[in-house]
């Protein structure tokens, strides 16, 4: 298929006559001045004229004496009368594409402001985190806590793809999910663009990219069962007091398919400064042992929170 043709326009530097169409007009229409081919350019969409039945012989040739533009298959210059043997080509004009404008740089001071707001806050937490008041404590109370997981051998419900089902699954359900998302042709986009064919002329050309779009990848979850330990239930024992001292609780297994699980163990020492305001610190059990009931310490308060810093609790 032969892509349409239309004339280029030129401009007259020496009249200012606008608009002289490049095939046609090879002189100005008005004061006969020879077409400068540099001068060319694209017409408007609403300003185009068709170069009818127009054949195209290669771009004209630039007569190196004058300047003047002659058709390819010319021999000497319609101006000047010089031959044309091994002139230059005319110049091709191409489109000037709207290039996307560059974001403008962001003004210095509205970067500075969060950023300042952000080092003062920084500063405010590490100089509340820093600062501590020191005073008098006495040990409040005493309280422990020992827990012991118990598991059980038994089916647990759980869900994974179909195609990763483990061998032990039963009772299996099966459920569409999204799993992933692929690129996949979605048509062409197709535009219109202008070639300079450098003899006064241009053609539009059809130019076409493949067009893509995202969807998302269903494939097959499973919901299935299969046997194995899980956390049932929890043995606690807890008291209040260093006497009598922590003891794990005892676990009744109440079938072989019950066992022991995780331990897990807390001991906690509340103090009590002088103005009856309580803190409680967790501790080692050996540290929490060392701490008698009423005895005197004197103790660092964090200036933000007010909570006690039980690192800096050591006996008077
Ligand atoms: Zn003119
Ligand atoms: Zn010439």
Not at 104 to 109: E, I, L, Q, V
Request: hydrophobic share 35%; proline share 8%.
């Amino acid at each position: 298929m032969r892509e349409p043709v239309f004339e280029m326009l030129w401009d007259c530097r020496y009249c200012g006559e606008k608009k002289l169409l490049g095939l046609t007009h090879r002189h100005c229409a008005r004061c006969g001045a020879a077409q400068d081919p540099a001068a060319r350019y694209f017409p408007a969409e609403t300003e185009k004229v068709a170069a009818l039945d127009h054949r195209y012989v290669g771009a004209d040739s630039v007569c190196r004496y004058c300047g003047a533009a002659a058709a390819r298959q010319a021999h000497h210059c319609g101006r000047c009368g010089a031959a044309l043997a091994d002139s230059a080509a005319a110049p091709l004009h191409a489109l000037s594409v709207a290039s996307p404008s560059p974001t403008p740089p962001r003004p210095t001071w509205r970067l500075l402001l969060p950023i300042s707001l952000l080092v003062a806050v920084a500063i405010t937490v590490v100089i509340g985190l820093v600062w501590k008041t020191e005073q008098g404590f006495v040990v409040a109370a005493h309280h422990w806590q020992r827990a012991i997981s118990v598991e059980r051998l038994g089916p647990v419900r759980q869900s994974a793809w179909c195609s990763e089902l483990p061998a032990a699954a039963r009772d299996v359900t099966r459920r569409p999910e999204q799993r992933s998302r692929e690129r996949v042709p979605d048509g062409e986009e197709c535009r219109l663009e202008k070639q300079d064919q450098g003899d006064g002329t241009f053609k539009e050309v059809r130019t076409c990219s493949p067009r893509f779009k995202e969807q998302p990848v269903y494939e097959d979850k499973c919901d299935f069962a299969v046997e194995k330990w899980h956390a049932e239930r929890q043995a606690k024992a807890e008291g209040d007091g260093r006497h009598p001292a922590p003891y794990w609780p005892s676990v009744a297994h109440s079938s072989p398919n019950e066992r022991e699980g995780a331990r897990r163990e807390l001991y906690t020492v509340v103090f009590r400064d002088a103005a009856g305001e309580t803190y409680r610190c967790e501790l080692p059990e050996r540290a929490w042992t060392a701490f008698a009931p009423g005895a005197a310490y004197r103790g660092k308060v964090r200036a933000v929170g007010g909570s006690l810093d039980c690192a800096s609790l050591p006996p008077r």
